[in-house]
C-alpha cells in the first residue's frame, strides 16, 4: 500500500518566521489532506489538496501529484501554530494512511 | 452544521473488560472511519462503514469490531481489553468514498486500559 513520510520530524521557530513542511508519498493519490492535531487531540482540517494550490490565510499546500510530494507553507508563525502537524493519503482504498507527523513549536 | 461527535471523551477501563465507543457524523454523510492513534504507532486505520456495511478493515485483531446504523451513527466495541489498548480513538466521516473525498474528524475518545 501507499506510505507518507513527513520531514522534518520537528521544528522550532520564533513567532513571525516562515516555514515549510513535507509529504511525501509512494504512490499516486486520489486524497490528500493535511491536518493539526490541536492539544486535546482533535485533528483539524487544514487542506484538502489532492493537486495544485491552495491558500488559507497564512498556511498555504501545494501538491505536486506527479512528483508525490506536497508542501504545506506556515508564514509569520504564531504561537497558535504550535502543535503536530499531519499529511494524510489515500489512493483507491478508502482508508487515509498517515504520516508520522510534524511537531512544531513556535516561541515568542 | 455541526461537526463529528464522539461520546464518551475519556474512557478507564481494566484489563479484560470491553468498551463501546459512539460516533455521529456530519449529518449527510454516510461514510465513518474509526482510526486508532498511539505514540508508537502513529493513527492507524481500523474500518470504515458506509451505508451500515463495513467495506474496508485495517490490520487489528477480531475483538475490534463495529457497526454502522441507518442514520449512519456508528459504533466500534472492543472486547476483552489489553493495556496495548490505551489510545485515542479517532472517527471521521465523509460524504461518499473516503479516498475521493474530505474526511472530517471528531474530538476523540481517549481510552486508558488499568
Known sequence: GIQVEQSPPDLILQEGANSTLRCNFSDS??????FHQNPWGQLINLFYIPSGTKQNGRLSATTVATERYSLLYISSSQTTDSGVYFCAAAYNTDKLIFGTGTRLQVFP | KAGVTQTPRYLIKTRGQQVTLSCSPISGHRSVSWYQQT?????????????ETQRNKGNFPGRFSGRQFSNSRSEMNVSTLELGDSALYLCASSPLRPSYNEQFF???TRLTVL
Open chain 1, 29 to 34: 493519490v486520489n486524497n490528500l489532506q493535511w
Open chain 2, 106 to 108: 471528531g474530538p476523540g
Open chain 2, 39 to 51: 505514540p508508537g504507532q502513529g493513527l492507524q486505520f481500523l474500518f470504515e462503514y458506509f451505508s
